[in-house]
């Protein structure tokens, strides 16, 4: 079947980066995508990236490109999704979900990033 | 970048039929761009109903279904429940880059 399981809530200051973590189980990791997108308060769903675990190639919205860094450690079966120069749009819930061809499944559970002075 | 373009909001009666649209700022939605469907409710994850334009999981209800309409994907809403009132996102790809849709919220009223 397959979960993912993400990292805890993170407060960051301005100009500081984050590091998410996405932890996948029950499946081959190294046989799937994973999707990362992000949700700010009250909107609507932004897709971020793609990353191949296997190979750790990788896909950005042109939006992120620059600012967004995703990763793999086959060793763990995570990936990661690093956002630098943090600023208070980036406020929001971070999900991973896994490529399954032809869907997108399962979902992590979320991780809410704040940025606030 | 492209624009996907979703109503803001609609309102179904119980039992009735409504039908959400996902359009593309670059023309026409195709199968090419493999459409697909999330909902999301209050508080949760969303989660995929329809998959490459007209693929259901075995958890989606089968008053869902996708198609193409009109230059647009599509997602239709039949015999409307009052548990369908959710935050409804398409998700179009072009070339490898993935796109959402703008969303939409359906109240079942």
């Known amino acids: 079947q397959g979960r993912l399981v993400q990292s805890g809530a993170e407060v960051k200051k301005p100009g500081a980066s984050v590091k998410l973590s ?25 897709w971020m990236g793609i990353i191949s675990p296997g190979d750790g190639a990788t896909i950005y919205a042109q939006k992120f490109q620059g600012r967004v860094t995703m990763t793999s450690d086959t060793s763990t079966s995570t990936v ?8 208070s749009e980036d406020t929001g819930t971070y999900y991973c979900a896994r490529r399954l061809p032809p869907g997108i499944d399962p979902w992590g559970q979320g991780t809410l990033v704040t940025v606030s002075s | 970048q492209a624009v996907v373009t979703q109503e803001p909001s ?23 761009h493999f459409p697909y469907w999330f909902q999301q409710k209050p508080g949760q994850v969303p989660r995929t109903l329809i ?22 994907a599509a997602l239709i809403l039949s015999n409307a429940q009052p548990e369908d009132e959710a935050d409804y996102y398409c998700l179009l790809s072009y070339n490898s880059i993935r796109v959402f849709g703008t969303g939409t919220k359906v109240t079942v009223l």
């Open chain 1, 22 to 46: 996405c932890k996948a189980s029950g499946y081959s990791f190294t046989n799937h995508q994973i999707h990362w997108m992000r949700q700010a308060p009250g909107q609507g769903l932004e």
């Open chain 1, 80 to 87: 990661y999704v690093e956002v630098s120069s943090l600023r």
């Open chain 2, 10 to 32: 609609l309102t179904v009666s119980p039992g009735g039929t409504v039908t959400l649209t996902c359009a593309s700022s670059t023309g026409a939605v195709t199968s090419g």
């Open chain 2, 51 to 72: 998959s490459d334009t007209t693929n259901k999981h075995s958890w989606t209800p089968a008053r869902f279904s996708g198609s193409l309409l009109g230059g647009k």
